[in-house]
């Protein structure tokens, strides 16, 4: 009997060319056109030839010189805040409802959570039909005696951006929903039972005992959130396209319309790295509040 | 503490509400999608005439048919790739322990916060250059490249969480690392394959500004891309419009209702890690 050979832990011996068709595509979509968008942004290219010149900071001093890219940007603020908030206050309230005793938790939950397989640009669609002039919405206001709030909601600059919101919270606040379901899940019934014990009401054990405890969680549902709505396309093309005048123009929507219908390249990417930078920001907030876990 | 109290009972009744309130987009979607051309009620008024014509209409007039079958073929093959690319790579990050594994993992991970947006005009030109705009190749990578991130964060938790014994007894037993991964490791992987499968699809069918880019005007339209110049077509049909919409969300739907268990703790719990 030989001893066998010493080799290499055996897990250690997983070939490398393992990792080439991920990293090649990765590579190729994701690193190298992002590496070359921050690049560009600092540039004059018209997209086709390879000839253009280093401009500096130009593309970026434009955008705050344009008054549809400020609103673009003042927009996608406005409706990424709106929308996490709103969103999320929503999906933890839905979650402790259907977290506790109600008997029909199971298809209530099934009900809610159903909007957020749909294709967002259906439900875009569904929302500029109830809120059309002869929509759904006005006709439920006169029917309850409210005629005189009716609204063209979408063709009216003041509430165009609040009705985009109203969609994309409709659609997303059962998967802001199911994401606290699960922290709410986690935590051992014990933990409540003794903090009842100790005489603390419902509230005060909501935010002295449950919220902490799903601190993970709300993290989390905040980044998904922020980062899904800064980059918000589908229900605003679908709505109103923009309109009216830039008044749901986001980001992405300028990006589209003068990257691609105007072949002002670099000053597209330079608005898509603005975006980033608030992308990034969120991020690195998002890290900085993870690093305060709590445990039991 | 496990008795239905009054306050139990009030939770519920307005929960049912709620439930109620967001289920009036789809019922208004699903009444209005049967109505009769001669019928002018509105969304929530469920006097008839109704008619199936609208779906003949939009299937025929929209071509769904044909983005319905481009739909399912790239959301399938992108799928397909991102579980076998996804899951190889993973495994070599999560099971090699050098800088450069850990390197990569993290450069993965920063794929998850970079907006598509910046590579997206850049990326455009290179696979105009490449002449991949417009093909059923082309779509996939973007497709692939896209949904790598999310992929390999889900797969690398969880092989770092799996017991390397089982595969450490195959290899002991003269299995290569190649026969140990195919034959031990990714039957092991199975559920969380089934969270990387629901995620992915329901991502790809639904996504709508990446095939605009790549596919509008070419006949291979994906269905989110075919329906937004059908309802430009058809401005002011919300019957038909709506037949459409109805039609091209039934998939997604259907599979949802089968498997809703499945879905909702693919959301929430990939998101756990």
Known sequence: MTRPRRRRPLQQRVPLWFGIPAAAVFVFIIIVPSVQGIALSFTDWNGITDDFGFVGFENFIRIFRDPRAIAALQNTLVLALTVTVVQNLIGLLLALGVNGRVRSRHILRVVFFTPVVLTPLVAGYIWGYLLSPRGTVNQALEAIGLGFLKQTWLGDPRFALACVCVAIIWQFAGYSMVIYLAGLQAIPVEINEAAVLDGAGPVRRLISVTLPLINGAIVINLLLTLIGSLGQFDQVMAMTGGGPGNATQTISTSIFRIGFASGDYPYGIALAVVMTIFVAGAAAIQYRLTSRKVDF | ?273
């Open chain 2, 1 to 273: 503490m496990h008795r239905y109290t009054w306050r139990t009972g009030t939770v519920e009744v307005l929960l049912i509400g709620a439930a109620l309130l967001t289920l009036v987009p789809i019922v208004g979607l699903v009444n209005v999608a049967f109505k009769a051309p001669s019928n002018l009620s509105t969304a929530l008024d469920f006097a008839g005439p109704y008619t199936l014509d609208n779906f003949a209409t939009a299937w025929v007039d929209g071509m769904l048919g044909a983005a319905l079958i481009n739909s399912a073929l790239i959301t399938s093959i992108s799928v397909a790739l991102l579980v076998v690319f996804g899951s190889m790579v993973s495994y070599l990050i999560s099971r090699r322990t050098a800088g450069w594994s850990k390197g990569a993992y993290t450069l993965f991970l920063a794929g998850l916060v970079i907006p598509g947006q910046l590579s997206l005009l850049p990326l455009y030109q290179t696979m105009v250059d490449v002449r991949l705009v417009g093909t059923l190749p082309g779509i996939i990578l973007v497709n692939v490249g896209a949904g790598l991130p999310f992929t390999v964060f889900l797969f690398t938790t969880f092989l770092r969480d799996l017991p390397r014994d089982y595969e450490e007894a195959a290899m002991i037993d003269g299995a290569g690392p190649v026969r140990a991964f195919t034959t031990v490791v990714f039957p092991l992987l199975r559920p969380i394959v089934g969270t990387v499968v629901i995620l992915n699809a329901i991502a790809i069918w639904n996504s709508f500004f990446v095939p605009l880019l790549y596919l509008a005007g070419t006949g291979l339209e994906t269905v989110p891309v075919r329906l937004y110049g059908f309802v430009g077509q058809y401005t002011s049909n919300w019957p038909v419009i709506f037949a459409g919409l109805i039609i091209t969300i039934l998939p997604v739907l259907v599979v949802f209702f089968f498997l809703q268990r499945s879905v909702m703790q693919g959301f929430s719990g990939g998101v756990k890690g």
